[in-house]
């Protein structure tokens, strides 16, 4: 659900998928009415994945109503062993409402439950596929306060996959450890970058790195009618025999 079509498998939660047990209906089309006849019979583990589905459809009256009334009155709980799911589908927002009013409700209801949370590269390359540059400011923050030689290559190239040059920028002013030395790793989504952020990855590889990316990607780029990429690629006179 949270890959989208983009050729690279994202690393993420392991959400719970849709099943007879977890009804969507009981929250359909955002519909609060509805969604309150079913509160009662309604399981903690299909409360939390109806709030993140609700997240996901951006069921904001339905969200509000979980934080404002369900939690104040011991009806949901805020769990450990759920947060992590429901902040990985507030990512998926590119405004950051979600993210940060979810935030927010946390700190006030029950901050506990951020003790020794983890702050996964998987949370960080969703709020990067989603471009949500606040939410990644605040990720990799957390991210090398735990750890200051984690790997960011998978973040960076959902940023360069989205065509996020601000993202790219702050990954390379933050110098957080990513390595191009492996190409096998580069997504084909990134082709369809601008050259902006072709421009960020040159800079930041040898010159035969920078050939084998070339390589890998031109293609794609073709295909993808990435006309100002292909040029780009052109321009740096490496000898590609597919794609001419």
């Not at 498998?9 to 969604?35: C, D, E, H, W």
């Not at 934080?67 to 429901?86: D, M, P, Q, S, T």
Request: hydrophobic share 40%; glycine share 4%; proline share 3%.
């Amino acid at each position: 659900l949270l890959n989208e079509g983009s050729g690279f498998n994202f690393p993420t939660f392991s959400f719970r998928k849709p099943s007879s047990y977890f009804k969507t209906y009981k929250v359909s089309y955002g519909n609060l009415s509805i969604f309150k006849l079913f509160i009662n019979s309604t399981s903690q583990d299909e409360l939390e994945y109806l709030l993140s589905f609700s997240i996901l459809k951006n069921y904001v009256h339905i969200v509000k109503y979980y934080f404002e009334n369900l939690v104040k009155k011991n009806i949901f709980k805020i769990r450990k062993e759920g947060i992590g799911n429901i902040l990985l589908y507030s990512l998926c927002d590119k405004t950051n409402y979600f993210f940060d009013y979810i935030m927010n409700q946390i700190k006030l209801l029950n901050p506990n439950v951020l003790e020794g949370f983890d702050w996964s590269i998987p949370m960080l390359t969703r709020a990067c596929y989603a471009r949500n540059f606040k939410a990644v400011k605040f990720i990799t923050d957390n991210i090398l306060r735990e750890n200051p030689n984690e790997y960011f290559v998978s973040p960076f190239y959902a940023a360069a996959s989205s065509s996020s040059i601000e993202i790219c920028k702050f990954f390379i002013d933050k110098k957080v450890f990513i390595s191009f030395d492996d190409i096998s790793n580069i997504p084909l989504s990134v082709s369809s970058t601008n050259e902006e952020i072709f421009l960020i990855i040159k800079q930041n590889t040898s010159q035969e790195e920078f050939k084998g990316i070339c390589k890998l990607l031109f293609v794609s780029a073709v295909k993808n009618r990435n006309r100002q990429l292909v040029e780009f690629i052109l321009k740096e006179k490496i000898i590609i025999k597919e794609g001419l």
